[in-house]
């Protein structure tokens, strides 16, 4: 599986952006996508998750109401829609698939196979 994001850049406070990340090769294997993030001198954290097959999504506490995360089957796409952006949202935004069910048990790093190259969002105060 394959993955390339597009969609970060700079905004200002309060701005918003939307990040897509598009999969190919053996997309039948997934069951979830999500994204992270990695500000620099920090781990990568959770931000968000979506089934491929349906249910609700999760979302860290952090951007619980300003994010949304949606997804395109056909397109074999996901979106995150990141509105009131904070500069503590600045970080490199990374798409990640994977092969297990979408429980909140199974959204840390080590249950995601599939990683995208990342892209940066820089958010200016």
């Known amino acids: ?13 309060g701005g918003s952006l939307r990040l897509s990340c598009a999969a190919s090769g053996r997309t039948f294997s997934i069951y ?14 959770f931000v968000a998750a979506i089934s491929w097959t349906g249910g609700s999504p999760i ?6 109401g300003r994010f949304t995360i949606s997804r395109d089957n ?11 952006l904070k500069p503590e949202d600045t970080a490199i935004y990374y798409c990640a698939a994977g092969q297990s069910v979408l429980q909140i048990t199974t ?8 990683w995208g190259q990342g892209t940066q969002v820089t958010v200016s105060s």
């Open 1 to 13: 599986v394959q993955l390339v994001e597009s969609g970060g850049g700079l905004v200002q406070t």
């Open 32 to 45: 979830k996508m999500g994204w992270f993030r990695q500000a620099p001198g920090k781990e990568r954290e």
């Open 59 to 64: 979302y860290a506490d952090s951007v619980k």
């Open 74 to 84: 056909a397109k074999n796409t996901v979106y995150l829609q990141m509105n009131s």
């Open 107 to 114: 959204v840390a790093y080590k249950y995601w196979g599939y």
